[in-house]
């Protein structure tokens, strides 16, 4: 029997939590290695285990993964989360984007200087409550379903979930006006599988910090 996939990252959300996220809705137990310091970065690269020098990098099934959205699509795969035909999969993977446009837009937030954070805030707010929110509730509306695609689990309703959750961090208002949103998000929070990793003690990382940004740019050099 294969082993449990082993996760090499720094420890932080990033792009490895989506990953996370993946793994856990399926109900697959994982590995963690963190890469704490430049010199662990080197070691997996001098060993030749990243195709292109980066992290996320997963041990899976014997191969060993890269590229954040390979990685996804073979969990997806792999655990029935992509649909059933290649009609599905397209609007899986059309609403998979936007979250991901969403979260990169959300990102710089935690690194952005003082003086320019609240103007960023307010734009990134805008966008939340104007152009994604909409665009998934009108998706639900217009169907009437538990989900998001295909009236059954599939990856884009946890990675919807998980932005769902960190537009609230940013703030818990935003998703007042969305009743279908919020019916979804709490549909998903409640699978046994999810309610597990939303525990606290899970391997679900909190908001990066001061300390971890500092980390990370020492050990990825942006
Ligand atoms: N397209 C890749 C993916 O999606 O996995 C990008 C991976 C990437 O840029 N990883 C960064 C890295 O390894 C770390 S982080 O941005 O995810 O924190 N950087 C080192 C380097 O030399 O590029």
Redesign the pocket.
């Known amino acids: 029997m294969a082993g449990k996939p082993v996760l090499h ?2 420890n932080g959300r ?3 939590e989506c990953i996370r996220w993946l793994l856990a809705a399926a109900g697959v137990e994982f590995e963690e290695k963190f890469i704490g310091c430049p010199e662990d ?1 080197e070691k997996l690269i001098k060993d030749g285990r ?1 195709m ?5 990098m997963v041990e899976i099934d014997g191969m060993t993964l ?4 390979s ?1 996804l699509n073979y969990i997806a795969t792999k655990y029935n989360l992509y649909g059933k035909d290649a009609k599905e999969r397209a609007l899986i993977d059309m609403y998979t984007e936007g979250i991901f446009d969403l979260t990169e837009m959300m990102l710089p937030l935690v690194i952005c200087p003082p003086d320019q954070r609240e103007a960023k805030i307010l734009l990134v707010k805008d966008k939340i409550k104007n152009r994604y929110l909409p665009a998934y509730e009108k998706v639900l509306k217009s169907h009437g379903q538990d989900y998001l695609v295909g009236n059954k689990l599939t990856r884009v309703d946890i990675h919807l979930l998980e932005v769902l959750l960190y537009v609230e961090e940013l703030d818990s208002s935003l998703l007042a006006p969305f009743p279908l949103l919020k019916a979804l998000k709490n549909r998903i929070s409640s699978l046994p599988n999810v309610k597990k990793f939303l525990q606290p003690g899970s391997q679900r990382k909190p908001p990066i910090n001061a300390k971890q940004i500092e980390e ?1 740019r020492k050990i ?3």
């Open positions: 990252y720094f990033g792009r490895m970065l990243l292109f020098q980066q992290v996320p890269v590229q954040t959205r990685i990370a990825f050099k942006f």
